[in-house]
Structure formats: structure tokens, C-alpha cells
T-cell receptor, first 111, second 114 residues
Framework: EPEVTQTPSHQVTQMGQEVILRCVPI?????FYWYRQILGQKVEFLVS????????KSEIFDDQFSVERPDGSNFTLKIRSTKLEDSAMYFC?????????FGPGTRLTVL | AQTVTQSQPEMSVQEAETVTLSCTYD???????LFWYKQPPSRQMILVIR??????QNATENRFSVNFQKAAKSFSLKISDSQLGDAAMYFC???????????FGKGTKLTVNP
């Protein structure tokens, strides 16, 4: 069964460093998403991406964040200068109409 | 603003018993989807069940079923014959057409007692 994959599973970085989280969505899906879950809290929408551009973003998704689909398979989330409060689980998702499929997540720890 | 409310931070159930998790939502949209996701300790998000708002019939998936009350904006999840593997966080979520971003509730932690 097709699935969304994410790498790395765990990323540790120093405050102020740049990180890139990678996702491979399901191949025939056209919409892609990033969500964030701070430990013990609810899952929050960050950004949606369609047709090689952002279709919607939340207020969390400020200028420190960017997304890219550098080739036909990967979908990346870049955090330019990480803060302590960026420590969270980051989920990628892709969708068919009416249903999103989540990847296993990347746990980002900012020290 | 669209919101999803889960009023039960924690619930517990005896193995083989039935438990119902509550969810309410607020929207002015008429066409939308509702979901229950399970998040075990691994933190993977697993879709349990979904409901299209235009369908009056309640969705069922094996031991999982929903009670969808559109007028009341209520979407509860019933788990029958609870199993130890059902222990997890359960998140209710909502989305509309277009970008279909998901809006999540805060979750209910379900404990299954042997």
C-alpha cells in the first residue's frame, strides 16, 4: 500500500541553525501539507501546497519557514533559523479527495 | 473561526467494553468532512474513520462507528469491544473542500484496562 515517508525520523539542532525536513508524498497525490504538534498539544496546520505553490498557510508559518518541491517526488519544509519553540513533531501529509494520509513524522529538537 | 472541541481530556474503558468519545465543531460551511485519528505512543497519525457531512448515514469501520448529528454539530466516536491496542490519543478533525486543511481538536487520551 502506498504511504507517505519522512526523513529524518529525529533531528537535533542548535538554536539558530537551518533545518530541512523531507517528505515523499504518495505519488499520484496533488495536494501536500505540513502540520506541527508540540509535545502534549494538538496537531496544528502549517501550510498546504498545490501546483508548485502555497495554497494556504497559517499564522505560524512565518518568514522563517519555507516549502519546496525540488523534484517530482520530494516535498521539503525548511526552517531558516530555528528557535527553541520550534521543537515539535512535524508531520507531512498528502491527499486524495476527502482524505489525507500522514507520514510517520519527524521529531525536531532544538537545543 | 472553525473550531473543534473535545471535552474529554482522558477516558478509560475496560477491555471488551464500549466507550464513546465526544467531539463538537463549529462551522458555517455546509459541505465538509469529519475524521477521527488515532495517535499511539509512536505518534503516527492513523485514520480511524471519516464522515462526509452530506451523508446522513453514520460511518462504520469494524468496531468503530460514529454518531454524526449535523444540526447539533456533534461527531462522537464509539469503540465497541475495546482492545488493549485501542489505547491511544484520539483526535477529532474537520476539513472543508478546496485546500482541505485539517483542523484538530485537543485530543482524548484513551486508556484500556485489562
Amino acid at each position: 500500500e502506498p504511504e507517505v515517508t519522512q526523513t529524518p525520523s529525529h533531528q537535533v539542532t542548535q538554536m539558530g541553525q537551518e533545518v530541512i525536513l523531507r517528505c515523499v508524498p504518495i505519488s499520484n497525490h496533488l495536494y501536500f501539507y505540513w502540520y506541527r504538534q508540540i509535545l502534549g498539544q494538538k496537531v496544528e496546520f502549517l501550510v498546504s501546497f498545490y501546483n508548485n505553490e502555497i495554497s494556504e498557510k497559517s499564522e505560524i508559518f512565518d518568514d522563517q519557514f519555507s516549502v519546496e518541491r525540488p523534484d517530482g517526488s520530494n516535498f521539503t519544509l525548511k526552517i531558516r533559523s530555528t528557535k527553541l519553540e520550534d521543537s515539535a513533531m512535524y508531520f507531512c501529509a498528502s491527499r486524495e479527495p476527502g482524505q489525507q494520509y500522514f507520514g510517520p513524522g519527524t521529531r525536531l529538537t532544538v537545543l | 473561526a472553525q473550531t473543534v472541541t473535545q471535552s474529554q481530556p482522558e477516558m478509560s474503558v475496560q477491555e471488551a467494553e464500549t466507550v464513546t468519545l465526544s467531539c463538537t465543531y463549529d462551522t458555517s460551511e455546509s459541505d465538509y468532512y469529519l475524521f477521527w485519528y488515532k495517535q499511539p505512543p509512536s505518534r503516527q497519525m492513523i485514520l480511524v474513520i471519516r464522515q462526509e457531512a452530506y451523508k446522513q448515514q453514520n460511518a462504520t469501520e469494524n468496531r468503530f462507528s460514529v454518531n454524526f448529528q449535523k444540526a447539533a454539530k456533534s461527531f462522537s466516536l464509539k469503540i465497541s469491544d475495546s482492545q488493549l491496542g485501542d489505547a491511544a490519543m484520539y483526535f477529532c478533525a474537520w476539513s472543508i473542500g478546496g485546500s482541505e486543511k485539517l483542523v484538530f481538536g485537543k485530543g482524548t487520551k484513551l486508556t484500556v484496562n485489562p
